[in-house]
């Protein structure tokens, strides 16, 4: 059981150093949009950072689908593979809801 969590730490360590990387290395550029007598200054995001944004949902999910095929035979009173998968399928779409929400929410015509 230790190396599992040692491969869902290794993904997570990994995910964490490729995205500090790429924000100390990759220069997003300001652009000052005017929306009703006030001027906003919005960092550009492109297509790059919402795959950023969605890789982690795809991971956990993934993840969550091996646990739950792994504990789909532990004899107990339990059905843990079905609560595996259960808390999984809601923590995704969590991040997946919140990621895009913020996403949208730093554009000026999302609060118009």
Request: aromatic share 14%; charged share 10%.
């Amino acid at each position: 059981m230790f190396k599992y969590y040692l491969a869902t730490l290794g993904a997570f360590a990994t995910q964490m150093l490729v995205s500090g990387l790429w924000f100390l290395f990759d220069e997003m550029p300001l652009v000052s949009v005017p929306v009703g007598g006030a001027v906003w200054v919005v960092r550009i995001k492109d297509h790059n950072w919402l795959v950023l944004v969605s890789v982690p949902v795809v991971l956990l999910t993934l993840l969550g689908l091996f646990l739950a095929y792994r504990t789909r035979n532990v004899a107990s009173r339990f059905n843990e593979g079905q609560y595996v998968g259960v808390a999984t399928y809601t923590i995704a779409m969590t991040l997946f809801v919140s990621a895009q929400s913020r996403c949208c929410s730093t554009h000026p015509w999302c609060n118009m």
